[in-house]
């Protein structure tokens, strides 16, 4: 994945308000956007110079734009972890059946929002956008995920995420019952959790390893 740039302003989540829910509109909202962002690494990333072999393979098989990915290029340095790291995300966020690809991309763009991984929360609002054709939702994540969503399925798919990323030992069945009475039967709960737990990681990893970068105005 890759560059927040040098707008402090923005980096300080002084940014120009856009509630819009018209598909392609910029959301600008509390220092998150849906627009596309860069990330730049703080680590030294593989030169693909002198790349291994085996590093070379596993950023052909991770990601189409992974050779010129900062994120991908510092993983790379451990192409088993991030071999494995690629088939789970991969296994979570896309497998066919279950909970919809666009649910998923809510919960996990909920999951940045909370972390306040603003790469992240860009990345997964426009897959939700592209999916959904829609984009209301995601301005609402932004404003305070405690209250957004447009239905009450997606209602409960957002306190869910925020609960189980805030508080994650205060979880019970009456969590799981509350998914059931919208809808969710016990695939599509797990579904929920697998994309939530892994953001938990993903999130880290982009937190601690760069910064995400605005493009220049």
Not at 11 to 25: D, P
Not at 106 to 119: D, E, H, W
Not at 147 to 168: S, Y
Request: neutral net charge.
């Amino acid at each position: 994945m890759p560059v927040l740039s040098s707008a402090s302003g923005r980096r300080a989540g002084c940014v120009k308000v856009c509630r819009s829910s018209l598909m392609g509109e910029p959301i600008e909202i509390e220092g998150f956007t849906n627009q596309v962002l860069g990330w730049k690494a703080w680590l030294p990333t593989v030169d693909l110079n002198s790349a291994t072999a085996g590093q070379v393979a596993v950023l052909e098989e991770s990601h189409p734009q992974a050779k010129t990915s900062d994120y991908y290029l510092t993983l790379a340095h451990h192409p088993d972890i991030l071999r494995q790291r690629s088939q789970a995300f991969n296994a979570i966020m896309y497998a066919p059946g279950g909970l919809s690809r666009a649910e998923r991309e809510l919960a996990s763009t909920v999951v940045s929002r909370i972390n306040r991984c603003v790469y992240c929360a860009s990345v997964h609002a426009q897959r939700f956008e592209q999916l959904a054709k829609r984009n209301d939702v995601i301005a609402q994540v932004f404003a305070d995920p405690h209250t957004a969503g447009t239905t009450a399925r997606e209602k409960a798919i957002v306190q869910f995420a925020i609960d189980l990323t805030l508080e994650p030992a205060s979880l019970n069945a009456g969590h799981i019952n509350a998914l059931r009475e919208q809808g969710l039967d016990d695939a599509q709960v797990l579904d929920l959790i697998h994309a939530i737990s892994i953001f938990a990681w993903a999130n880290r990893l982009m937190l601690n390893l760069g910064e995400p970068v605005f493009p220049k105005v």
